[in-house]
């Protein structure tokens, strides 16, 4: 068992989860039911899948779930642009967001590469 809370990339999911909820809260009233509370459950679930994978009992279950997340950031990003697109946030917050998602996207590429190989018996 891992203890995910001391993984990088759940520190990262972190920082894009409090970036998320401080933006999705600026957006307007009707979309309450709509955008809003699907951008923050996909961004919940990055996080979430990280948890899960690392309460698994393989490397290749840990793998699973970090691919769910790194597709949870990728729906993430998608929202963002939406919201962008409909004036709900900034160019400048698009950005930092997709900068930020970009990041963690890479540390989790990396990470499912390091377990792979350890799978491997390669270091």
């Not at 920082?15 to 996909?42: C, H, M, W």
């Not at 790194?70 to 950005?95: D, H, P, R, W």
């Amino acid at each position: 068992m891992r203890s995910y809370r001391n993984l990088d990339i759940w520190q990262k999911s972190l920082e894009i989860l409090r970036l998320v909820y401080d933006l999705s809260n600026k957006f307007p009233e009707s979309e309450k039911y709509g955008l809003t509370v699907q951008i923050k459950r996909a961004v919940v679930s990055i996080l979430s899948n990280i948890a899960e994978g690392s309460g698994r009992n393989s490397n290749q279950q840990m793998i699973n779930f970090l691919s769910i997340s790194k597709g949870s950031a990728f729906e993430v990003e998608a929202q963002l642009i939406i919201a962008f697109e409909l004036n709900y946030i900034t160019e400048s917050e698009l950005n930092e967001a997709l900068e930020l998602i970009d990041h963690y996207c890479r540390m989790n590429q990396n990470f499912q590469n390091y377990l792979i190989k350890k799978n491997n018996g390669t270091k």
